[in-house]
């Protein structure tokens, strides 16, 4: 019924940056919140960046000073903006978001697929 699609990891040296992108396609009739969550070697996915309502933002302490959410609501799709990179941002970050669909009354938590970042020199 609804599909995340993520672009944009790729290889980037230590202090750069990459910006990542998700759109959501299927039969969606709104988008509460759409997040991006990552996942380091050997460790549990964690959350990175929460936007809700298109406002209200939320980062990990790791890296709120660094990367940035947004929201491009009439393409249904979100961003993360990572500047400032470090070698231990490296891992697979996913995009989440919670959608309703036309018909459903119960909201979808979507997942993307999982684009790789690799931080290194």
């Known amino acids: 019924q609804v599909q995340l699609v993520e672009s944009g990891g790729g290889l980037v040296q230590p202090g750069g940056s990459l910006r990542l992108s998700c759109a959501a396609s299927?039969?969606?009739?709104?988008?509460?919140?759409m997040g991006w969550y990552r996942q380091l070697p050997g460790k549990q996915r964690e959350l990175v960046a929460l936007i809700v309502s298109g406002t209200k933002r939320t980062c990990a302490d790791s890296v709120k000073d660094r990367f940035l959410i947004s929201v491009d609501n009439g393409m249904n799709t979100v961003y993360l903006q990572m500047s400032g990179l470090k070698p231990e941002d490296t891992g697979i970050y996913y995009c989440?978001?919670?959608?309703?669909?036309?018909?459903?009354?119960?909201?979808?938590?979507?997942w993307g697929q999982g684009t790789l970042v690799t931080v290194s020199s």
């Open positions: 989440n978001a919670n959608i309703h669909v036309r018909g459903v009354w119960d909201p979808v938590d979507a």
């Open positions: 299927g039969n969606i009739f709104s988008i509460p919140s």
